[in-house]
């Protein structure tokens, strides 16, 4: 359960979190399971954090801090994380359905059994990542720096490969 003293803090706006992250740089958030959909946390500290369930469908965290963030089980539906910061973080049956990750960076994360349906992966940085039981089925791959992946079990169905503006279906 979500620490609601942690939740106001965040709610006060990108500019006084990051400030607060800084004057108590050893506290690791405890945001789990709370409803952050539709926020913009564009640009937020959250480096350590525990979002664990956590919704943030829709939400905007476009060069967010997120890595080394505990992110299972949270849901990123139709999240916007453009050149995000997801090294190391916790991703596992995370729901990133239709997020843009579009210059994302997720080294070391593990996104075991996560669920990439019809994400932008657009120049992702994918390395050392665990993609075991994930769902790619229909993810946006353009461009992608993959190595060392792990793939068990991994669907990779009608991916679109193609740059951005020339598939035949670029969902937006």
């Keep these: 359960m979500a620490n609601d003293d942690h939740?106001?803090?965040?709610?006060?706006?990108v500019v006084a979190?990051?400030?607060?992250r800084k004057e108590n740089h050893v506290t690791?958030?405890?945001?789990?399971?709370a409803d952050l959909s539709g926020a913009d946390l564009s640009g937020a500290h959250l480096s350590g954090a525990h979002l664990r369930k956590a919704n943030l469908s829709g939400a905007h965290l476009s060069k967010a801090d997120l890595s080394w963030a505990h992110l299972s089980k949270a849901n990123f539906n139709g999240a916007h994380?453009?050149?995000a910061d997801l090294s190391g973080a916790d991703l596992r049956r995370a729901?990133?359905?239709?997020?843009?990750?579009?210059g994302a960076y997720l080294s070391d994360a593990n996104l075991t059994g996560a669920n990439l349906r019809?994400?932008?992966?657009?120049?992702t940085a994918l390395v050392k990542t665990d993609l075991t039981d994930a769902d790619l089925t229909a993810?946006?791959?353009y461009g992608v720096s993959a190595w060392r992946l792990t793939l068990e079990r991994t669907k990779q169905q009608n991916l679109v490969i193609t740059e951005w503006g020339r598939a035949r279906d670029h969902r937006r």
Aim: charged fraction near 10%; avoid cysteine.
């Design 7 to 13: 939740v106001a803090q965040l709610m006060k706006g």
């Design 17 to 20: 979190w990051n400030a607060w």
């Design 28 to 33: 690791h958030p405890d945001l789990s399971g």
């Design 81 to 83: 994380l453009r050149k």
């Design 95 to 102: 729901n990133l359905s239709g997020a843009h990750l579009s």
């Design 118 to 123: 019809q994400a932008y992966l657009y120049g």
């Design 139 to 141: 993810a946006s791959i």
